[in-house]
Antibody, heavy 122, light 107 residues
């Protein structure tokens, strides 16, 4: 079964850091670009970041550029999101998502994790 | 940056009725548009990609059409499980933005 499982969310103070993980199974992880998409409480979906299949290319939303870092370990089938200098407006459910087509960087997302909640508050 | 505008914001319909949802892009995205369904407390589910291709396991009552700047998601006959929020998303340019969503609610 194709599956993505996020972890690492929680409550953090403004200015703090958090590292999210997404464990993949059931497909050839190293063949697909992977992304993070977030959803603030009661709001719509916001793309956050994408990393290419090899990890050699990364892309970020302006709202997180310079604060968040996406990475992957293809030997562990795991995607990461390092979030630094967190702000209240980063409060959201964070989903990891898989690209539809192998090796395509900018794509739709056919597999999503269940999400992990990040709350930034003092 | 491409902006996607979905309309209407809310659609009130009964089971068995036809639902027509619109997504308009601020500039052409060719056919690089996807549609998702999201139910409360769940992750989004891909319905349609590249404007008109149904994703794996999606029922035939869901169909997508359009190109350029104007796109439509049609649900031919609403089933009880179809009441949800629907989002469009473009993959033509960075960032791969989402629309604001259309809620299909029970009338």
């Amino acid at each position: 079964e194709v599956q993505l499982l996020e972890s690492g969310g929680g409550l953090v103070q403004p200015g703090g850091s958090l590292r999210l993980s997404c464990a993949a199974s059931g497909f050839t992880f190293s063949s697909y670009a992977m992304s993070w998409v977030r959803q603030a409480p009661g709001k719509g979906l916001e793309w956050v970041s994408t990393i290419s299949d090899s990890g050699g290319s990364t892309y970020y939303a302006d709202s997180v550029k310079g604060r968040f870092t996406i990475s992957r370990d293809n030997s562990k089938n795991t995607l990461y999101l390092q979030m630094n200098r967190l702000r209240a407006e980063d409060t959201a459910v964070y989903y990891c998502a898989k690209a539809v087509v192998a090796a395509r960087h900018r794509d739709a997302f056919d597999i999503w994790g269940q999400g992990t909640m990040v709350t930034v508050s003092s | 940056e491409i902006v996607l505008t979905q309309s209407p914001a809310t659609l009130s319909l009964s089971p068995g009725e036809r639902a027509t949802l619109s997504c308009r892009a601020s500039q052409s995205v060719s056919s690089y548009l996807a549609w998702y369904q999201q139910k409360p407390g769940q992750a989004p589910r891909l319905l349609i990609y590249d404007a008109s291709n149904r994703a794996t396991g999606i029922p035939a009552r869901f169909s997508g059409s359009g190109s350029g700047t104007d796109f439509t998601l049609t649900i031919s006959s609403l089933e009880p499980e179809d009441f949800a929020v629907y989002y469009c998303q473009q993959r033509s340019n960075w960032p791969p933005a989402f629309g604001g969503g259309t809620k299909v609610e029970l009338k």
